[in-house]
């Protein structure tokens, strides 16, 4: 039973900076893979991050590679995708997720769970 709630988001210019934080509670997800996924409207939810257990390592999609940095806070239970240099193609509800135990290297959608609620970001231009 774990639970994950997505926070941070919010309306920026296109430029402008958005640090989106995952809570995880019920039990500690230090040792899981956790990813960053969004969905805009009308269009299939898609990956955007992931992390390893640990943070040992990371993963992005290409558009957001450079731009985003995702980081773990094992401590606080925490997730985390600082997003930089925002772009309004990056408007779109965000989710964080769980790694089911399919192993470090995917980006299917299917192979996480425990999805939060999501938050909305919203960049203008």
């Known amino acids: 039973q774990v639970q994950l709630v997505e926070s941070g988001g919010g309306v920026v210019q296109a430029g402008g900076s958005l640090r989106l934080s995952c809570a995880a509670s019920?039990?500690?997800?230090?040792?899981?893979?956790m990813g960053w996924f969004r969905q805009a409207p009308g269009k299939e939810r898609e990956f955007v991050a992931a992390?390893?257990?640990?943070?040992?390592?990371?993963d992005y999609l290409d558009s957001v590679k450079g731009r985003f940095t995702v980081s773990r806070d094992n401590a606080k239970n925490t997730l985390y995708l600082q997003m930089n240099d925002l772009k309004p193609e990056d408007s779109a509800i965000y989710y964080c997720?769980?790694?089911?135990?399919?192993?470090?290297?995917?980006?299917?959608?299917?192979?996480?769970?425990?999805w939060g609620q999501g938050t909305q970001v919203t960049v203008s231009s």
């Open positions: 997720a769980l790694n089911l135990g399919t192993g470090w290297g995917t980006r299917r959608l299917t192979d996480f769970g425990s």
């Open positions: 019920g039990r500690t997800v230090s040792t899981y893979n």
């Open positions: 992390i390893s257990w640990f943070a040992s390592m990371t």
